[in-house]
């Protein structure tokens, strides 16, 4: 099936340690994001990568960083994690170009305890 | 700076009618405006896409409006089924950025 999916599902995991979620989208897309969603269900941009430019939301920690072995894949690494970091991340992608609409996965769940 | 309001964080709605849901934006001028349906423990799914061009974008029975003097997106479900029931987002699209979602207006179609 084409999609976008991400692993794992559920990650629960203890202040102060690294942890990483992995994203593949195999729809041939140019351009790969993570969002994070919050216990209120907000929705906020963290990055977007298109193999040349990286764009950082700017209140996005240093802790946080994205890494992208090949243009179908988008990993994000945290470190030192916080109880604050728990939330659902999102990996999504697009084609380049405005106004594409975007892909998503179906989320990964953070749990630091 | 660029704000987002989706009018209520819930709607109820008997199944049948008519829901209207409404996306505002302040402080900035998008060229397209996206919509999409989140279910729960899944991601985003996109519905529609308007263009600032567009008074009306119709999908079998979603409706969509996007005027931009009032800076405002209306969503319709006509003949709404419990099946809609979901989490809808709107994302005002400047095109070349990624996209910025509203809170979402949570629907309920209630048999």
């Known amino acids: 099936d084409t999609a976008v999916s991400q692993t794992p599902k559920y990650l629960v995991t203890q202040m102060g340690n690294d942890k990483s979620i992995k994203c593949e989208q195999n729809?041939?897309?140019?351009?790969m994001y993570w969002y994070k969603q919050d216990s209120k269900k907000f929705l906020k941009i963290m990055f977007s990568y298109n193999n040349k430019e990286l764009i950082i939301n700017e209140t996005v920690p240093n802790r946080f960083s994205p890494k992208s072995p090949d243009k179908a894949h988008l990993n994000l690494h945290i470190n030192s994690l916080e109880l604050g970091d728990s939330a659902v991340y999102f990996c999504?992608?697009?084609?380049?170009?405005?106004?594409?609409?975007?892909?998503f996965g179906n989320g990964t769940r953070l749990t630091v305890t | 700076s660029q704000k987002i309001e989706q009018n209520s964080e819930a709607l109820n709605i008997q199944e049948g009618k008519t829901a209207t849901l409404t996306c505002n934006y302040t402080n900035y001028s998008p060229a397209y405006l996206q919509w999409y349906r989140q279910d729960p423990g899944r991601g985003p799914v996109f519905l529609l896409l308007i263009r600032e061009n567009e008074k009306e974008k119709r999908k079998e029975r979603l409706k969509v409006t996007f005027d931009t003097t009032l800076k405002q997106s209306l969503f319709h479900i006509t003949a709404s089924q419990p099946a809609d029931s979901a989490t809808y987002l709107c994302?005002?699209?400047?095109?070349?950025?990624?996209?910025?979602f509203g809170k979402g207006t949570r629907l309920s179609v209630i048999a």
């Open positions: 999504a992608s697009s084609a380049t170009g405005g106004n594409s609409p975007l892909h």
């Open positions: 729809l041939g897309h140019d351009t």
């Open positions: 994302a005002p699209d400047l095109e070349y950025t990624p996209l910025v």
